[in-house]
């Protein structure tokens, strides 16, 4: 069973340029989460979808920071304009439904913004 | 507020001998507690998981012990191997309506041959 697939693994950009991150959950998750993961941290909630409602996006910052899951499935993460500070990792996980129990990460997008 | 902590960055221990993570909580609605392992250019991957009804939960050489007096959780590792070298991220959350997982700074485990 393939894991959850983000896309791209790194980028670079210069500051106030636009950003997007995708990510594929494993088929048949329905709860999808994007986390920010700053060095030496641990990784933060930005915004957590069942199906294609974000059911928790209190921490995402909307001014520059959007999400959206369309069709329920996968989902993009953008940033417009970047700034120096939004350098880290953006991490994708899903789970089956809602509920606690075994999230299952992506491989991460790490962003460095010059 | 760092409502997870995880107060030692790093540890070594040496192959066969037993590793011990610990982890501190302030969030009393917190009731469910997860470790995830992490090698580099890896997202966190699962690794074992306690309910508050729990104080102990045992995997193969992986064992989570849980003091809901001490608000206090530790991973046992026994024996440790090689492998077991990565950074490793206590999680809480509180099940009752809020899916957010909260995480710790994380501690990096070298085991050494």
């Known amino acids: 069973e393939a894991g959850v697939v983000q896309s791209p693994r790194y980028k670079i950009i210069e500051k106030k340029q636009p950003v997007a991150f995708w990510c594929n959950p494993i088929?048949?998750?329905?709860?999808l989460y994007w986390y920010l993961q700053n060095l030496g941290q641990g990784p933060e909630l930005l915004i957590r979808?069942?199906?294609?409602?974000?059911?928790?996006d209190s921490q995402l910052p909307k001014d520059r920071f959007s999400a959206e899951r369309l069709k329920g499935v996968d989902s993009t993460l953008k940033i417009q304009p970047a700034e120096l500070g939004d350098s880290a990792v953006y991490l994708c996980?899903?789970?089956?439904?809602?509920?606690?129990?075994?999230?299952?990460f992506g491989p991460g997008t790490r962003l460095l913004v010059l | 507020d760092q409502q997870v902590k995880q107060n030692s960055p790093s540890l070594s221990v040496q192959e066969g001998r037993i590793s011990i993570l610990n982890c501190d909580y302030t969030?009393?609605?917190?009731?469910?507690f997860l470790w995830y392992k992490k090698y580099p250019a890896e997202g966190p991957t699962f690794l074992i998981s306690?309910?508050?009804?729990?104080d102990k939960n045992e995997d193969g050489r992986f064992t989570v012990f849980l003091n809901k007096s001490a608000k206090h959780l530790s991973l046992h590792i026994v024996p440790s191997q090689p492998g077991d070298s990565a950074v490793y991220f206590c999680?809480?959350?509180?099940?009752?309506?809020?899916?957010?997982?909260?995480f710790g700074t994380g501690t990096r485990l070298t085991i050494i041959p």
């Open positions: 996980a899903s789970s089956l439904r809602q509920g606690v129990g075994t999230q299952y």
């Open positions: 088929s048949g998750h329905n709860t």
């Open positions: 979808y069942e199906n294609e409602e974000a059911v928790d």
């Open positions: 969030n009393s609605m917190f009731d469910y």
């Open positions: 306690i309910s508050s009804i729990k």
């Open positions: 999680a809480a959350s509180a099940t009752r309506g809020n899916e957010k997982l909260t």
